[in-house]
């Protein structure tokens, strides 16, 4: 079972940035895509970006294409999420999420393509 740990959650000013880091710990060697979704509170959980094993495929969530970028460090088994120029709206629970190899009739956006997930790590953007 592979566990996840968020880290780099922190109360910041608008306009701030913030990293965030997942490390990956277990059976790593079968991971494959990795993902951030966040949630805030009260809403559905949102994917915010996703990132295949070589950092080849990368996709972004409408609302932060532009300010955040994800990358990965498979020799650390690390993820992170910078994120620039934050909004009050991107005050959420941020969740980071990994699958193992293999077909899934899941959209990759979605939390249901992912079958691993950490605790979650608080981000709070205030003006």
């Known amino acids: 079972q592979v566990q996840l740990v968020e880290s780099g959650g922190a109360s910041v000013q608008d306009g701030g940035s913030l990293r965030l880091a997942c490390v990956a710990s277990?059976?790593?060697?079968?991971?494959?895509?990795m993902g951030w979704f966040r949630q805030a509170s009260g809403q559905e959980r949102e994917f915010v970006a996703r990132?295949?094993?070589?950092?080849?495929?990368?996709d972004y969530g409408d609302s932060v294409k532009g300010r955040f970028a994800i990358s990965r460090d498979n020799a650390k088994n690390t993820m992170y999420l910078q994120m620039n120029n934050l909004k009050s709206e991107d005050t959420s629970v941020y969740f980071c999420?990994?699958?193992?190899?293999?077909?899934?009739?899941?959209?990759?956006?979605?939390?249901?393509?992912?079958?691993?997930w950490g605790q979650g790590t608080q981000v709070t953007v205030s003006s």
């Open positions: 990132i295949d094993r070589t950092g080849g495929s990368i």
């Open positions: 999420a990994a699958r193992d190899y293999g077909y899934s009739r899941e959209d990759p956006a979605t939390p249901g393509y992912f079958a691993y």
């Open positions: 277990g059976p790593t060697i079968a991971m494959s895509h």
